[in-house]
């Protein structure tokens, strides 16, 4: 069964660095992609970013790039994202999700929390 | 404001049938696939449908999933009170190159 346990989530000040946490099992991680998507309280899902197979690829939304960095160890069946500059809209539930060939993602993670306070 | 438009809420009955409605462009839904997610606030977002019709194992026919131009449909026959949660339609934008999503359709089964 696919599991997805996402970590590393807590408050942190404007400004400031988070590093996010995901462990997979269940599955051959380096076979697929991974990406991480946010949702803000009582809001939508919002996609944060992209990596491929061997990391050799990534792709970010424009509302975070220049300051999130995705990566993954495959050795380790993880994947990272470091979160610098962190602004107050950053706030949300941040998921890691497994991508699917075609259509975006299938199985997801329950989400950590960032809260980043002023 | 999403990328994809899809409605605030939706409510029927349990065991009638309701379709929510997912409407983008040519650069989203026009040319890529959908996927639909049913999501409980707190926890891990579930895919209902992918390659805009398709089911995952262990999902029941009673979803599915279409496509026609620039907008996908969800439908959702025999309603159940489990059924109540937001439902998302997600998929890759080429002029954005990013993975857009719905604004969220709340389901309630009255």
């Known amino acids: 069964e696919v599991h997805l346990v996402e970590s590393g989530g807590g408050v942190v000040r404007r400004g400031g660095s988070l590093r996010l946490s995901c462990a997979a099992s269940?599955?051959?991680?380096?076979?697929?992609?991974m990406s991480w998507v946010r949702q803000v309280p009582g809001k939508g899902l919002e996609w944060v970013s992209s990596?491929?197979?061997?990391?050799?690829?990534?792709r970010y939304a424009a509302s975070v790039k220049g300051r999130f960095t995705i990566s993954r160890d495959n050795a380790k069946n993880s994947l990272y994202l470091q979160m610098d500059s962190l602004r107050a809209e950053d706030t949300a539930l941040y998921h890691c999700a497994r991508d699917l060939a075609a259509s975006p993602f299938d199985y997801w993670g329950q989400g950590t929390l960032v809260t980043v306070s002023s | 404001q999403s990328v994809l438009t899809q409605p605030p809420s939706v409510s029927a009955a349990p065991g009638q049938k309701v379709t929510i409605s997912c409407s983008g462009s040519s650069s989203n839904i026009g040319n890529n696939y959908v996927s639909w997610y049913q999501h409980l606030p707190g926890t891990a977002p579930k895919l209902l449908i992918f390659?805009?019709?398709k089911r995952p194992s262990g999902i029941p026919d009673r979803f599915s999933g279409s496509k026609s131009g620039t907008s996908a449909t969800l439908g959702i026959t025999g309603l159940q009170t489990g059924d109540e949660a937001d439902y998302y339609c997600?998929?890759?934008?080429?002029?954005?190159?990013?993975?857009?999503f719905g604004g969220g359709t709340k389901l309630t089964v009255l």
């Open positions: 990596i491929n197979r061997d990391g050799g690829d990534t």
């Open positions: 269940g599955f051959t991680f380096n076979d697929f992609g």
């Open positions: 390659d805009h019709n």
């Open positions: 997600g998929t890759w934008d080429s002029s954005l190159r990013a993975v857009v």
